[in-house]
């Protein structure tokens, strides 16, 4: 179905972490920074907010785990957390998966920038986006 099933299939090798019957984890082919990892759920779903909540449940349990171990292990200081959604946010690869990115310092070889957009009316947008 894509090139991580094709994954979880064995049809292409990678450098597995993490397996149990729903989870799998493996070492990023680009290595954005040493360790940097990815979580997948076994079972094919486009992106997080696609996924029904025990695949993302199983998923994020399996981060916090293997995140805290390749903190500890790999003697990085930061870590980020992420997962794209749909091209315009970065998604190259279309089944949910969850970066584990160490950091080292702020000037590794990561770069995510948080850059301020034009002023934005706050209570309006809670009107609009109020759960
Ligand atoms: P995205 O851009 O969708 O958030 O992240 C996809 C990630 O998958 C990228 O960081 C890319 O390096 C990684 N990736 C793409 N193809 C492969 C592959 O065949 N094997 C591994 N291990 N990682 C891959
Ligand atoms: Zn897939």
């Given at each position: 179905?894509?090139?991580?099933?094709?994954?979880?299939?064995?049809?292409?090798?990678?450098?597995?972490?993490?397996?149990?019957?729903?989870?799998?984890?493996?070492?990023?082919?680009?290595?954005?920074t040493?360790?940097h990892?990815?979580?997948?759920?076994?079972?094919?779903c486009?992106?997080?907010?696609?996924c029904?909540?025990?695949q993302?449940?199983?998923?994020?349990?399996?981060a916090?785990?293997?995140?805290?171990?390749?903190?500890?292990?790999?003697?990085?200081?930061?870590?980020?957390?992420?997962?794209?959604?749909?091209?315009?946010?970065?998604?190259?690869?279309?089944?949910?998966?969850?970066?584990?990115?160490?950091?080292?310092?702020?000037?590794?070889?990561c770069?995510?920038?948080?850059?301020?957009?034009?002023?934005?009316?706050?209570?309006?947008?809670?009107?609009?986006l109020?759960?």
């Amino acid at each position: 179905m894509c090139i991580f099933c094709d994954i979880v299939a064995g049809k292409i090798p990678a450098y597995k972490l993490y397996e149990d019957d729903e989870v799998l984890a493996f070492l990023d082919i680009s290595q954005v920074t040493k360790g940097h990892t990815l979580i997948i759920p076994k079972a094919h779903c486009d992106h997080f907010l696609a996924c029904d909540s025990e695949q993302m449940q199983a998923v994020m349990r399996v981060a916090q785990r293997l995140g805290k171990h390749i903190m500890e292990s790999i003697g990085a200081n930061g870590m980020h957390i992420l997962s794209n959604i749909h091209e315009a946010a970065g998604q190259s690869v279309p089944h949910f998966h969850v970066h584990l990115i160490p950091r080292y310092d702020e000037n590794d070889s990561c770069v995510i920038t948080f850059n301020p957009s034009e002023k934005q009316n706050l209570e309006q947008l809670q009107k609009q986006l109020t759960l």
